[in-house]
């Protein structure tokens, strides 16, 4: 069974493959939570520079015709990257909604992710909660609403 174990885990993928805090140990929670949110609209700015740089290649070598046509290559290779981000990133944003309560109960519930009380005014969940919503909307729930309208 271990072998077994042991062949199989070539098909194990770790969601944190890009966590950030490996290579900065010092890093916050909130601080994190952005990070990762970030990562997709970095991405999608590195391919729209990389798409206005190659527009304006053709339009300066005199080139008039299918000066779009490198579009498609970079809209279907950002969805590509987005397809491995997604479960890091819908983990990510689905952390801050996850409060529980202790064992034994106290009467609070807490963050689950950090140890910290979920009531608290400025505390990371109240903090997040409203940049965790529109994520859910647009990250979790567009994402798969996009790809099933593509396909």
Not at 30 to 48: E, G, Q
Not at 83 to 98: A, S
């Amino acid at each position: 069974i271990k072998k077994i174990w042991y062949i199989m885990s070539v098909f194990n993928f770790n969601l944190e493959i890009m966590a950030p805090e490996c290579t900065i140990p010092d890093l916050g929670y909130k601080t994190k939570w952005m990070f990762v949110m970030a990562l997709p609209l970095a991405a999608l700015s590195i391919f729209a520079v990389v798409y206005v740089f190659q527009l304006c290649r053709k339009v300066l070598s005199g080139r008039r015709k299918k000066l779009h046509s490198h579009a498609s290559l970079l809209i279907a290779t950002y969805l590509v990257l987005f397809y491995y981000l997604y479960l890091y990133v819908t983990r990510t944003v689905l952390d801050v909604f996850n409060c529980a309560p202790t064992d034994p109960d106290d009467g609070n519930t807490y963050l689950s992710v950090h140890f910290e009380r979920c009531d608290l005014p400025d505390g990371i969940h109240m903090t997040l909660l409203p940049l965790a919503i529109p994520a859910l909307i647009v990250y979790v729930c567009g994402y798969p609403i996009l790809m099933f309208t593509l396909l």
